[in-house]
């Protein structure tokens, strides 16, 4: 009996369920497919995952396998497919996680950036409330009402001149105040 005729006794037999012919197809082929398989992914844990659910797959499937072909080629083409699908699989969840870490940075951004720009603000404000009274309405209408110096000037009775002055006062005590912060 040639090792083709034997292998196709075997095969048969698998197909009909013999638990005697999958041990055998188990132990003929188990650790050359494990070291197969980790030439491909290299990880032995994997390699050796995949090859155990080859068989696994080659017993609850048995009745598929193709008769006529080499079982050792259809077997190593299972082997070399499951490995490609890991790599695959694992290349997308790779990129997700860089992306899912890009957003969650850019989130943090969010929320830093937001937090500085509290903080700036009330610093802004206590700097604003250190203004002498007068100072401090002419700068609001300016910077914060968008008042131009002249409508400033004849709303409060003031010359545009001591608006100008004002406004220089309080930008420089405005500068001071916020200077440790910037």
């Not at 083409?77 to 997308?92: E, F, G, P, S, Y």
């Not at 203004?131 to 400033?152: A, D, G, T, W």
Request: hydrophobic share 40%; aromatic share 10%.
């Amino acid at each position: 009996m040639t090792l083709k005729e034997l292998e196709q006794i075997t095969l048969s037999s698998l197909k009909e369920g013999s638990v005697d012919a999958f041990n055998l197809c188990y132990d003929l082929y188990f650790r050359a497919l494990c070291s197969y398989a980790n030439l491909i992914v290299r990880q032995s844990e994997i390699a050796e995952e995949i090859t155990q659910n080859i068989f696994m797959e080659i017993w609850m499937n048995r009745d598929k396998i193709p008769e006529h072909s080499s079982f050792k080629a259809y077997i190593l083409t299972a082997v070399r497919n499951d490995c490609l699908d890991h790599l695959k699989h694992k290349k997308t969840v790779e990129k997700y996680n860089e992306l899912l870490v890009k957003n969650k940075s850019l989130a943090y951004d969010d929320i830093f950036n937001q937090l500085i720009d509290n903080d700036l603000q009330k610093y802004l404000n206590s700097a604003i409330q250190k203004l002498p009274e007068q100072c401090r309405k002419v700068f609001l209408m300016s910077r914060f009402h968008y008042n131009s110096y002249k409508e400033i000037a004849d709303k409060l009775n003031i010359s545009v001149k001591t608006v100008e002055n004002q406004i220089g006062k309080a930008l420089k005590i405005v500068r001071k105040e916020l200077d440790p912060y910037l």
